[in-house]
């Protein structure tokens, strides 16, 4: 996908980018490409398939929600920063957090935030667990794009959604994930929306995007550990 595809593909998720934004995205993969040769950010380097397997797959949450009326978002185990940092540069007004559980990580997206002269955006380094604890009902909208199966990653997140806010997980195919996680959205106090289902253009590999909303608040003893959760699922 090359840039003029980009911009068209954004043009269909009613998104216009601007001068500013294309020379943000552009420097953004050169710091990826240039810091992924000290460290493993991503498998993924040619120009064409990161705008397309990165920047525009992170661009496609807003097929769930309309960002122009979020104002807090949190992406979970955010890795290079796909969709949380992307996501800033579309949607300069939102205020994003972005967790991982990897220092050097946070190093690198720390950097591309103090060369885009992004505000508002700040890192985390912790556990998903660990964080959800310290930040319940804090976020209008929390995401995470290819982290874990989603009976932990609601445990992980739902307690971090404000009431009446979202959790969009962004996967591949989910069917299977979303029987297995009656009763942890049930216990959790979530309830799912809309499953959106797509084709990634011009490689057509399958996309999900499953829109939870929070309807009570989740009960204090979530979330557990890691640990814990793979020990006695929900």
């Not at 978002?73 to 007004?93: E, M, S, Y």
Request: charged share 30%.
């Amino acid at each position: 996908m090359n840039i003029e595809e980009f911009k068209d593909a954004l043009r269909e998720l009613n998104i216009e980018i601007t001068g500013r934004q294309e020379i943000q995205l552009n420097r953004y993969y050169e710091l990826l490409v240039e810091w992924n040769e000290k460290m493993n950010l991503t498998g993924i380097t040619e120009q064409e398939q990161v705008y397309l397997k990165h920047f525009y797959d992170s661009a496609t949450l807003r097929k769930a929600m309309d960002l122009t009326q979020v104002s807090t978002l949190c992406d979970v185990g955010t890795g290079a920063g796909f969709p949380g940092l992307v996501l800033k540069i579309l949607f300069p007004h939102l205020s994003v957090t972005l967790v991982d559980s990897l220092k050097k990580r946070l190093l690198f997206l720390d950097e591309v935030i103090k060369e885009l002269k992004l505000t508002n955006i700040t890192t985390k380094h912790a556990r998903a667990e660990e964080f959800a604890l310290l930040h319940r009902e804090e976020f209008d909208v929390v995401t995470a794009r290819a982290v874990a199966p989603l009976p932990i990653l609601l445990e992980y997140c739902l307690p971090m959604v404000k009431v009446n806010q979202y959790f969009i997980p962004m996967k591949a195919n989910i069917v299977q994930e979303i029987k297995e996680s009656e009763q942890a959205l049930k216990q959790l106090g979530g309830k799912k929306i809309e499953l959106i289902e797509f084709l990634l253009p011009k490689e057509d590999s399958q996309r999900s995007l499953l829109k939870i909303q929070k309807i009570k608040e989740t009960p204090k003893k979530y979330p557990r550990k890691y640990a814990e959760i793979k020990k006695r699922p929900l």
